[in-house]
């Protein structure tokens, strides 16, 4: 045994698991390096920076300008979309702009309102109007010609004539003579309808002319009695010279709009944004750069420095290192401590690929150490328990396990390479148990236990890692 060789062999999966699990330093270094190389950026530009300003003042003026001048290019640019897409759906949605001016399809009636009150007659003229274009007239005018309301409205038009011509006729010397003037009590209502044949206009007259005889009965109840007389009423086309101007108005407007939105585009790709001065001043994005660099650089200096430890490192980092370095059993790992249900989740996902039990629970370790030590222990019953973690950890171990294996007599003893007592047990025990604690117990003294167990003769039956 004095003689026997150990060699050790790096798990790159376990050496960057040992790496990461220092995760809190390695941030925390990367934080102050990014610190560090920010500040030293913004220092060492804050003093390259001083007394060469000049050009500072100027720099800043043409940027409001800039500004200024990109603000109202946008608006402007936002304002004629806006208008123009308006025109366009005008000009795609209204039937009276695809009416030709020259041949106008027109359905036109004329209403007479006969009433006793000229008063009366004013009212009535003016809620026939209204009537004509609320809602329910609109519903009836929709199932004629589906369009929108805004559409729909200037297909018609209402005009109220509350002055009218009165021709009468009286006798003169033995002759008949016949006399025009304007009197205050006549009423009438001029409908027009128009829309892309007379047809269709004729539909349109007829629906606005029952609406106004469905209405009468309401409007003599809350107005006054009177009755509606429809003294002319026919369909035609005509030339409507003011059609026609709104629509070329209308054309006109969204070439202009459109030539004005070009030009505007035109010049918001041509502006500049004034050039930053060359000198002087902190550059937040040097700044920016030295932060991540050094948060790089720390980051990565803490893990090459951790990796460097690990490996010159004489420490067990885990129970694979007492199975592949000495071949020793392992009877079972115990959670250690602060492993639990409050165990941040980056040491637990850490611990999940390392295989460690990272519930915190104690019982079912013990329970399964203690199935394994039945089943590798053999004839050997009085085991002596050793290692380097301390002795109270050691009691606990022992007494969980005597509890679960009656027949078995376990001695506590202490690290064998300082203890003398635990050396003078070790040639009356059947074997031996090694108790040793991960990232603190050192291989050099784990390989020293095991030939002093081996110079007495005794087995190992396994190892306990806490």
């Known amino acids: 045994m004095e003689n026997q060789t150990y060699e050790q062999e790096v798990d790159l999966k376990d050496l960057i ?16 390096m990014a610190v560090v190389m920010g500040g030293y950026a913004a220092v060492s530009g804050s003093r390259a920076g001083a007394g060469e300003s000049e050009d500072e ?180 086309a005509v030339v409507d010279m003011e059609l026609a101007k709104k629509q070329q108005d209308n054309r006109d407007s969204r070439s202009q709009l459109t030539t004005a939105l070009e030009n505007s585009q035109t010049a918001y790709d041509e502006l500049e944004e004034p050039a930053v001065p060359s000198a002087g001043g902190v550059s937040m994005g040097r700044v920016l750069k030295y932060v991540v660099l050094g948060g790089a650089v720390g980051v990565f200096l803490m893990a090459f420095a951790y990796c460097v430890v690990y ?14 370095r000495f071949g020793i059993k392992i009877l079972g790992v115990m959670p250690g401590s602060g492993v639990g249900k409050h165990t941040f989740f980056i040491d637990q996902w850490l611990y999940r690929l390392e ?58 003893g202490k690290n064998m390479a300082e203890d003398v007592d635990t050396r003078k047990k070790l040639p009356d025990c059947d074997g031996v148990i090694l108790v040793e604690k991960a990232e603190a117990s050192r291989a050099g003294a784990v390989q020293q236990e095991i030939e002093m167990i081996g110079n007495v003769g005794k087995e190992i039956v396994g190892a306990v890692v806490i």
């Not at 490996?311 to 592949?324: G, P, T, Y």
């Open 57 to 236: 003042q100027t720099y800043e003026d043409a940027l409001a300008l800039y500004e200024s001048e990109k603000t109202g290019l946008e608006m402007e640019i936002e304002n004629l979309e806006m208008t123009l897409k308006g025109l366009s759906a005008y000009q795609e949605n209204s039937l009276l702009m695809k009416i030709s001016p020259y041949n106008k399809p027109v359905a036109s009636a004329e209403v007479y309102i006969d009433a006793e009150d000229s008063q009366v007659m004013r009212s009535l003229a003016k809620a026939y109007t209204a009537v004509l274009k609320n809602e329910n007239t609109l519903e009836k005018l929709y199932q004629i010609l589906p369009l929108e309301d805004q559409y729909l409205l200037e297909l018609f038009s209402v005009d109220s004539y509350l002055q009218g011509m009165v021709t009468v006729e009286y006798a003169a010397d033995s002759s008949t003579v016949t006399s025009t003037y304007y009197g205050e009590d006549i009423n009438m209502l001029s409908i027009k309808a128009t829309a892309g044949d007379q047809e269709t206009a004729g539909l349109l007259l007829e629906a606005l002319l029952g609406e106004m005889e469905s209405s009468e009965g309401e409007l003599a109840a809350s107005i006054g009695p009177h009755t509606l007389n429809v003294v002319d009423e026919g369909i035609s």
């Open 355 to 412: 295989g460690r039990n990272c519930s915190g629970q104690m019982e079912p370790a013990y329970d399964l150490a203690a199935a394994n030590l039945k089943n590798y222990a053999g004839e050997a019953k009085n085991l002596l328990l050793t290692g380097t973690v301390g002795e109270e950890q050691m009691k606990e171990l022992a007494q969980s396990l005597s509890r679960r294996l009656p027949g078995f007599v376990l001695t506590v």
């Open 311 to 324: 490996l010159m490192s004489d420490k067990i980092h885990s129970e694979k290192d007492l199975k592949s």
């Open 17 to 32: 698991l040992a790496i990461l699990r220092r995760w809190r330093s390695i941030i925390v270094v990367g934080i102050l």
